[in-house]
């Protein structure tokens, strides 16, 4: 009998596309890099905050491309798309106010209905949490993209320990009717998070680095196994 070839893996091109800043885009989009670098997948990563590069400081082989440019340039996201040709993964952390050119590439390029033939999926990873536009945003990408590609809700927890505006919402209820998966990023404490800011590490490597105090090294692990929990919830979503 001959032995059938094994599918090849479906590959994905994640993207956080809101354009509110201060949401914790560039902090998710590290943690999913831990935890898809930890897994061992091939992957890319890209970062398109021109005026921060907030995601290439912890994730240095991040590749920036500068998306503040004219509509008729924004085929230079061409690079993110061509990096699946050797990646399994593409990771794009996008920059405040940055989500309206990505998606305006998006159907320029009518990248939604060539997720088959370039054998990709295109994932939306939006962030909830207690801040009006940033549901609203989300509710938006709802009415456009709906079963045009896929998504994971991410609650983030940084402000707040109830995301009772988001919970509440129209936008939650239609996101559940669809099945979307929600993930939790629990509260970092703020001393430790500040500095794997200033020593620009992520979770995963201030785990174990010296630059921070032993009682932050010890709170990275517990928030790092925790992250590691949720991320297994969305695995199917997430990985290749």
């Not at 500068?66 to 996201?77: G, P, Q």
Request: aromatic share 8%; glycine share 4%; with cysteine.
């Amino acid at each position: 009998m001959t032995s059938q070839p094994k599918p090849q893996p479906r590959k994905k091109l994640i993207v956080f596309p809101q354009d509110k800043g201060g949401i914790g885009k560039s902090f998710v989009a590290t943690l999913l890099y831990d935890y898809l670098a930890e897994h061992g997948v091939k992957l890319k990563t890209f970062d398109l905050d021109h005026a921060n590069s907030t995601f290439q400081r912890f994730v240095p082989e991040a590749q920036f491309i500068d998306t503040d440019v004219d509509a008729n340039k924004l085929a230079v996201l061409d690079t993110v798309v061509n990096s699946l040709e050797t990646a399994d993964v593409a990771l794009v952390d996008n920059r405040a106010s940055g989500g309206t050119k990505v998606l305006r590439y998006i159907e320029d390029s009518r990248l939604t209905e060539l997720q088959k033939q370039l054998n990709f999926e295109l994932i939306f990873v939006v962030i909830a949490l207690q801040d009006k536009d940033a549901i609203s945003q989300i509710a938006d990408l709802l009415d456009d993209y709906h079963d045009r590609v896929s998504w994971l809700v991410v609650r983030n927890y940084r402000d707040t320990p109830a995301i009772t505006m988001y919970d509440g919402s129209k936008t939650r209820e239609r996101l559940q009717a669809k099945g979307v998966l929600e993930i939790e990023v629990p509260c970092l404490t703020e001393v430790t998070r500040n500095k794997l800011q200033m020593s620009n590490l992520t979770v995963s490597k201030g785990c174990t680095s010296p630059e921070v105090h032993l009682l932050d090294r010890s709170r990275c692990q517990t928030f790092h196994a925790e992250m590691a929990a949720q991320f297994e919830k969305a695995k199917g979503v997430i990985l290749p």
